[in-house]
């Protein structure tokens, strides 16, 4: 298989010619080449995008047809569910079971920003002026990039995709250079669909080489980014140039709170899945246990018991539990990181290692694993490692799991497991964070808003937001009865 990009309505290979091997982490093996872009790739892009919106129809198409035309790449989506969930996890190992449950989540995504399309018609404000109307409209922003990662590829990809075309815009998306197969074969779908050339394009290639003009350059309106806190901070000074509209999606470091009356075997494992979820390279991976201090002893007992039990392997194995890592560097990240914990003085529940099985040998993959005895101020509980790595702390007031969940630079997701409603409500409002799960870990949906506090970014997608976030706001007041002002004599 190898994929190209799509620039102008055309498929198209790098202007230099270059392409990138792309890897399944299970395995090693070369699963697709994909065309290596580089800056004049992303011009040429940005260009076709400028072209389509300025002079092109797109933004003035009844809000009614670009919802059917997203509705259609949705019901593609749907319709071709098996193909695009086993690319996703030939590329990112997650399992088929994770892959397919993310297609029916993106496919819903399309349908539901496709329903909003036309269900803005403005709104008409009171004037307090005499013989005056006035009202506020939302328009286009006009040419918005976008750039993705690897953890959910197709996924994080919907969520930027389909608001911005909803709303009348033109883009350029850059999917992750190492799991860049789902964003590529959903452009068939743009094309099946009759997209107008210029509307939607996509380029392929590294972030420095290919991300970075189109977050620098004048001729983009917005940028919206999913990625790590350092990428997120360049692109902010990139797009300062000419004062673009910025939306960062960035990491997490999560905490998930579970007070002693909590439903002891469903708190175990909502924190097991919390936290080794794909591997645990999820943005909002319940990565820091706080657990209240008379049952942290049975608590982690049995978190490290079914933390052992975990079963690692291929994803298109019925009976694998997780997958490997994203790859070698990233593994080697997370083995630093645990490194670190040790050096701290975190005791080692479980795992830090990887497996020794045969069958996963090829594989990037990492045991489960679990610091106890952790302390706020430690590397290991503070900064993000995005793999599967848990770290356990006490508490013994709700006050004192509120200050220790806060007290991080993150603000992306949290939870609460209690059954005292009223205590888990009142901590779920002092949490300082864009999602509370209270009794739950994981949930997201098209209707309800993501995103973060402080470090972890800001701007929101799904939900409204998630499509007012592609629109312009404008006010336009009218004079029923003009008339000299009179001001100057
Ligand atoms: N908040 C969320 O919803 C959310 C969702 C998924 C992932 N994430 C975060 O993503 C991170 C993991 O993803 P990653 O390793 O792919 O992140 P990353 O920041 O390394 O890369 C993300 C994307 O940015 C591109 N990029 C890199 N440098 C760039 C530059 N200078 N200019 C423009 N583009 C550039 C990459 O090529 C890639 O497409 C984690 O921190 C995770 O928490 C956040
Ligand atoms: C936003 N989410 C949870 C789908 C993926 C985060 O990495």
């Known amino acids: 298989m190898h994929i190209q990009m799509y620039i102008d309505g055309e498929w198209t290979e790098a202007t230099e010619g270059n392409k990138r091997e792309i890897i399944n982490p299970f395995n090693q093996e070369v699963i697709a080449t994909a065309s290596e872009g580089t800056r004049s790739d992303s011009e040429k892009a940005i260009a076709a995008a400028r072209k389509a919106c300025d002079e092109g129809s797109w933004a003035s198409t009844p809000a009614s047809e670009r919802g059917e035309m997203v509705r ?134 590294t972030g420095a080489e290919v991300g970075a003009l189109l977050s620098e350059s004048n001729d983009v309106d917005l940028v919206s980014f999913t990625g790590g806190i350092e990428t997120g901070k360049t692109i902010m000074q990139a797009a300062s140039g000419n004062v673009k509209k910025i939306a960062l999606e960035l990491g997490g470091k999560n905490p998930n709170i579970v007070f002693a009356d909590a439903d002891f ?141 806060n007290d991080t630079i993150y603000g992306l997701a949290g939870a609460v497991f209690s059954t005292d409603i009223d205590k888990a409500e009142m901590v779920a409002g002092k949490l300082r964070m864009g999602t509370v799960w209270i009794n739950d870990f994981h949930p997201y949906f098209a209707q309800a808003p993501w995103g973060g506090y402080k470090q972890s970014g800001f701007g929101r997608e799904l939900g409204k937001i998630g499509l007012e976030e592609y629109t312009e706001v404008k006010h336009i007041f009218r004079n029923k009865n003009p008339q000299p002002v009179g001001w100057f004599k």
């Open 72 to 205: 259609l790449v949705g019901q593609k989506i749907k319709d071709n569910r098996e193909e695009l969930a086993h690319l996703e996890t030939l590329d990112t190992g997650k399992t088929l079971e994770e892959s397919l449950g993310d297609m029916d989540d993106i496919a819903n995504v399309f349908f539901y920003f496709a329903g909003l399309a036309d269900k803005d018609g403005g709104e008409v404000i009171e004037s307090p002026l005499p013989d005056s109307t006035s009202k506020v409209v939302r328009e286009p922003i006009g040419v918005c990039t976008q750039i993705t990662p690897w953890n959910y590829p197709l996924l994080q990809a919907a969520w930027k995709l389909a608001p911005a075309l909803a709303a009348g815009n033109t883009l350029v998306i850059k999917p992750s250079e190492i799991t860049p197969l789902t964003t590529a074969k959903v452009f068939e779908f743009f094309e099946e669909a009759g997209f107008p050339a210029g509307v939607v394009n996509l380029v392929l290639g």
């Open 265 to 405: 075997e469903t708190a175990v494992d909502q924190a097991l899945n919390a936290v080794f979820f794909h591997a645990g390279q999820v943005c909002s991976a319940g990565s820091r246990l706080l657990v209240e201090e008379s049952i942290h002893d049975a608590f982690v007992e049995k978190l490290v018991e079914r933390a052992a039990w975990i079963k690692l392997g291929n994803g298109f194995d019925e009976t694998t539990e997780s997958g490997p890592l994203i790859s070698a560097e990233h593994r080697e990240k997370v083995e630093r990181y645990i490194q670190i914990g040790l050096d701290e003085g975190a005791t080692l529940a479980v795992g830090g290692k990887r497996p020794e099985q045969a069958d996963l040998k090829n594989g990037f993959f990492l045991e489960p694993t679990i610091f106890t005895n952790c302390k706020n101020d430690m590397r290991i509980v503070q900064e993000e490692v995005f793999g599967p790595v848990l770290t356990v702390e006490t508490f013994t007031t709700a006050d004192e799991a509120i200050a220790k969940a």
